[in-house]
């Protein structure tokens, strides 16, 4: 069990989080430097190594923080939606991630940070190995290899996600998500839509 974390080190982490934020806009991550990340963020570098050894190991720790909050966002939604309208659990998460889309932006669409993507991606790919095992879908059915489904189903949502946000996030949460769970049931609707007299 965690630790509540005392009000100062969240309140630490937060401008140093926002900081980084702000300079990976200005400049490649090669050049963010631990004095400026400190200046940023208006604390000193003493404070900064008191919460992390180096910038390497600050943003293992945002990316490891960025995947507990999607977590807890996603196992709440779980809980609060019954399964004919499971698009609300996506509904959730697209909210959440649009809230946050300043940090989501930088992180997940600027090519020095793959650990952000790499990230997501794992946890992406688990949650529908999760459901790909859970339901004898269409994808089974037809002869698609699990594998082939996974990677296809993860890419593919990683890669609107960055779109979505890419292009200021043109379309609602919700809009999203049913367009998410129609694909995801891709087949459901025209099998049953055939077994139709």
Not at 53 to 78: F, S
Request: hydrophobic letters at 40%; proline letters at 3%; aromatic letters at 10%.
């Amino acid at each position: 069990m965690d630790k509540k974390l005392d009000p100062r080190v969240i309140r630490t982490r937060q401008l140093l989080k926002d900081a980084f934020i702000a300079l990976i806009k200005e400049m490649d991550l090669e050049k963010i430097t631990v004095n400026r990340l400190a200046e940023r963020a208006t604390i000193n570098r003493v404070t900064f190594y008191l919460h992390y050894r180096d910038i390497p190991d600050m943003q293992e720790k945002m990316a490891e923080d960025m995947l507990q909050e999607l977590a807890e966002v996603y196992e709440t939604a779980r809980k609060d939606t019954n399964q004919t309208e499971g698009w609300k659990v996506i509904e959730r998460m697209l909210a959440y991630i649009g809230e946050n889309a300043d940090f989501y932006k930088v992180v997940l669409t600027s090519k020095g940070l793959p650990i952000f993507r790499e990230r997501l991606l794992e946890y992406l790919t688990h949650r529908i190995i999760t459901r790909v095992e859970r339901k004898d879908s269409y994808a089974k059915r037809v002869g698609i290899e699990k594998d082939f489904l996974v990677w296809y189903d993860s890419s593919a949502l990683i890669g609107t996600i960055i779109a979505w946000l890419k292009n200021d996030r043109p379309y609602t949460p919700e809009h999203m998500a049913k367009q998410f769970y129609l694909l995801r049931n891709r087949g459901e609707t025209a099998r049953s839509d055939l077994d139709v007299d």
